[in-house]
């Protein structure tokens, strides 16, 4: 499809020692350090864990500053905006920024549910914080056994065809999956990502401390792009995680920010520069 001239500019710092300068540490009730960071960011040290979580009701304002905004009865944050297809894309948020459920609904009254996270969190109040968030979300569960040949598993991106990518993106679980799981658990479940193929992406690289694509890099993610485009023509409903990662170098606190901004990053690429519908994409950061 058509690109933007430009992406447009993200606001607040653009570079790892602007955060640390910003970022404020406090200790929250149940003993666990918090790191807050502008742009919507809580890095949240439990024991030797940490993990990153981010306020996905602004982060989708900021994407989508055309939304419409309210608070529903019941606490619940929603955004509406309407493409330029005439749809209308619903998104609700809970009081922690959790994305709770999104959908779509077409001028024919069709509707598309990308996820429903309702029923996870039916036990938790709509208004709770940060402390409701990520780190006892920890799932019993061991590697996946399957014969897929490694790069059907893992598919290089600069060496993989538009086939390859294509499939590793639609494939379905390598193991059957007990049940369906939430938002959360998947970002927060080291083995139960790994139930699904990935493409792995070394091609765009970043400046150190930096969390900005620079512009030349763009065209790398072309085939990327196609790929998703393509598997979100077949089915609409379709999601797509970009994790991000970094090298050893450095705290695991520095590394895991850098990492979250990063694929966050990549996906306003995506999104702005080739026209993916950002509903379909969530992010997160790993660290190294």
Known sequence: GG??????????????DQLK???VQRTDNKGR?????????????????????RDEGKRFQAFRPDARTMRLPNGITQ????????VRVYSEFDGAGRLIRRYSRGPGGRDVVYLDNRRFYRNLAIGVGIGAVGVGLA???????????RPKYIVEYDSASDDDLYEALTAPPVVRLERSYS??????????RERMRRIDVDAITFDTGSFEVSE????KLERMAKAIAKA?????????????????????????????????????????????????????????
Do not use: C, W
Request: aromatic share 8%; charged share 25%; no cysteine.
């Open 216 to 219: 030349e890099q763009y065209g």
């Open 232 to 288: 979100i023509e077949k089915n609409p409903a379709e999601m797509f995680l970009i994790e991000g990662h970094t090298d050893a170098v450095g705290p695991d606190d520095d590394n895991l920010t850098l990492s979250d901004r990063r694929a966050e990053a990549v996906s306003r690429v995506l999104s702005e520069y080739y026209n993916i519908p950002i509903e379909n994409i969530v992010t997160q950061g790993y660290g190294e």
């Open 183 to 192: 938002l959360d658990e998947i970002r927060y479940s080291q083995p139960l």
């Open 79 to 86: 955004s509406v905006y309407i493409r330029p297809d005439g």
């Open 3 to 16: 690109r933007p001239v430009a992406i447009t500019p993200l606001a607040g710092p653009l570079k790892l």
């Open 33 to 53: 350090t918090l790191f807050v960071e502008p742009g919507n960011r809580t890095i949240i040290k439990q024991d030797n864990r940490f993990i990153i979580h």
């Open 139 to 149: 799932l019993a569960l061991s590697p996946p056994a399957h014969a897929l040949p």
């Open 21 to 23: 300068a910003e970022r």
